[in-house]
């Protein structure tokens, strides 16, 4: 089919590599012309495993091309997605101006009967607003339907969660377009559900809300665990093995962050506000979430008194691993709150410095190994879970921070381990470990 896909993001991007593999014809349209001049050379503005690759070949297949242009990017398409950016506003509801800007260019430049899909995460009641300015700016003699698709990608797995999803969602009130829309899908072999347009949008904002409270959920327990003195990994390990709990997002930290998750978790607490529904599960979500970032620095506060002029070493930048993204990160959180209290950071992440250094400047230093980070270091904090702090010989601690004292906000050493090392040790939800020097026993 030809396809057209409105956005180069993590979303727009993905969407239209992963159906010029599956042997579409597809064009990528977006504003930015910097961003789609390196597009088409085939580098990915943002990192994605995998992907650069997949872009490489679709471009140098011809089943792939990128515009700026939408008159050219919208002749001809049979389905075109919009995958545009969908930011938080100040009061935490969702700025559609994108939306609604892609909306009134595909009015006005299609030229034949077309789908229009909506993957951006969209309140609910959006496409009915959609189909409102394409009905009235379109040629009168062309048919266009509208369906909501949402997209359930992880940065950093999206192209296996775009072939190998659990389920797709499409959301149309004409059956002829679902009709269609299911045709483009069967190839993946993903369970396919077909409900109502506001229905299908309302399934984006509630999986993410409850992926949002099960974070939420088993960060209190880990909290309480610490209390009670229980252990949050064998606590979450004997939930989760529960078919009806289940072990996934039940991994304790120090909250969740990204582009997906805070802002659509607010959005739907505005959305519900709005038809005065005050919906106070999420409220608290959403403040325990927030609590959880300034744990760590709590924690380093309360053993040493003060952070001031003490040096800190941040590991881990990105919002999660295997992704460059930094927003709302919570390192970006807590090396704010060091740099109030006084400290000196030294940050380490394998891919997300030239990210995070366009925010923070010359407030930090910045290291691309974890010994540069550490040297002469007085304290560690672990804001993101990499393999290669995860898998880091744990006497780099030992030999070369001043004193080898860890805030882990992401659980990423076995007490076992540590308990083998001079190493003070502070985690989320387990003991605390606060070994005296002596001789590493290898
Ligand atoms: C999330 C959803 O998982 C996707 O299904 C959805 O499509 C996407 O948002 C979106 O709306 O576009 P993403 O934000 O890429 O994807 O990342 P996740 O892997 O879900 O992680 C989100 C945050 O939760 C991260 O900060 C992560 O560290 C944290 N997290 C995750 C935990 O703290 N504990 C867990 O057990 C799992």
Not at 29 to 51: A, R, S, V
Not at 203 to 218: D, G, R, V
Not at 236 to 255: C, E
Request: net charge neutral.
């Amino acid at each position: 089919m030809k396809i057209t896909v409105a956005g180069a993001g993590n979303v727009g991007l993905v969407t239209a590599v992963c159906f010029a593999e599956a042997g579409h014809q597809v064009t990528c349209l977006d504003t930015q012309k910097e961003k789609i001049e390196m597009l088409e050379k085939g580098h990915t503005p943002f990192f994605e495993p995998g992907l650069e690759p997949l872009l490489e070949k679709n471009l140098a297949s011809g089943q792939l091309r990128f515009s700026t242009n939408p008159k050219q990017a919208y002749r001809g398409a049979e389905i075109i997605f919009i995958a545009v950016g969908t930011p938080e506003k100040k009061d935490g509801s969702v700025d559609l101006s994108y939306i609604y800007i892609a909306s009134y260019h595909i009015a006005e430049n299609i030229e034949n009967d077309v789908i229009v899909c909506t993957k951006s995460t969209v309140p609910v009641g959006t496409n009915d607003i959609i189909k409102q300015i394409l009905q009235h700016r379109k040629p009168r003699h062309l048919n266009v339907d509208v369906v909501s698709n949402p997209e359930f990608l992880r940065e950093g797995s999206a192209i296996r969660d775009f072939y190998l999803g659990d389920r797709i969602i499409i959301g149309a009130d004409n059956p002829k377009a679902a009709s269609i829309m299911e045709q483009l899908y069967l190839p993946f072999q993903i369970p396919i559900v077909v409900t109502d347009t506001r229905s299908a949008e309302m399934i984006k904002y509630a999986s993410n809300a409850f992926l949002a409270t099960k974070i939420s959920f088993i960060n209190e327990i880990a909290n309480l665990c610490e209390k009670v003195g229980a252990n949050i990994d064998e606590v979450s390990f004997g939930m989760g093995m529960d078919k009806r709990i289940g072990l996934n997002y039940l991994q304790p930290g120090i909250g969740y962050g990204g582009s997906c998750f805070p802002k659509d978790t607010k959005a739907l607490v505005q959305l519900a506000g709005n038809v005065l529904h005050p919906f106070e599960l999420l409220e608290s979500v959403i403040k325990v979430n927030q609590q959880q970032h300034s744990l760590l620095v709590r924690k380093a506060k309360e053993r040493f008194g003060s952070l001031k002029g003490k040096k800190a070493a941040v590991l881990g930048l990105a919002f999660k691993p295997e992704t460059d993204d930094i927003r709302e990160a919570v390192s970006l959180t807590i090396i704010k709150e060091l740099l109030g209290e006084g400290s000196f950071v030294s940050a380490y992440d394998p891919i997300a410095i030239p990210n995070a250094h366009k925010l923070l400047g010359n407030s930090i230093e910045y290291s691309t190994t974890i010994r540069e980070a550490v040297k002469g270091a007085d304290f560690a904090v672990i804001a993101t879970e990499w393999d290669q702090i995860k898998h880091l010989p744990l006497d780099t601690y030992t030999a070369y921070m001043k004193e080898p004292i860890i805030f882990d906000g992401r659980n990423c050493y076995s007490l076992k381990d540590i308990q083998r090392y001079p190493i003070t040790y502070v985690s989320i939800g387990r003991p605390t470990i606060a070994n005296v020097a002596h001789t590493p026993q290898h």
